[in-house]
């Protein structure tokens, strides 16, 4: 069965910074474009970044310059690096294929306050 894990969330200071890891199954991880989406209640979940198998990738105009999406096709890992946090980034961050055609995972939660 496809499983996505999400982790690495949690409550930062303004400025600050996370590393999110998203673990998948082999089967679906290494023949796929990977991306990290995020949700705020009340919102459709919108694209972060995502990353071809072969490494191009793309970013979100909102979080350009600021984060930084990376995979590991031996580990079946897709990671995001989220540098200069702003309290708009917070968010469920979730992980999936693009297009998300996967079952989703149960994301983790990033919090950005002072």
């Known amino acids: 069965q496809v499983q996505l894990v999400e982790s690495g969330g949690g409550l930062v200071q303004p400025g600050g910074s996370l590393r999110l890891s998203c673990a998948a199954s082999?089967?679906?991880?290494?023949?796929?474009?990977m991306g990290w989406y995020r949700r705020t209640p009340g919102n459709q979940r919108e694209l972060v970044a995502r990353?071809?198998?072969?490494?191009?990738?793309v970013y979100a105009d909102s979080v350009k310059g600021r984060f930084t999406i990376s995979r590991d096709n031996a580990k079946n890992t897709v990671y995001l690096q989220m540098n200069s946090l702003k309290p708009e980034d917070t968010a469920m961050y979730y992980c999936?294929?693009?297009?998300?055609?996967?079952?989703w995972g149960q994301g983790t939660q990033v919090t950005v306050s002072s």
């Open positions: 990353i071809m198998r072969g490494g191009s990738i």
């Open positions: 082999g089967s679906i991880f290494s023949g796929n474009t």
């Open positions: 999936n294929a693009y297009p998300s055609f996967l079952p």
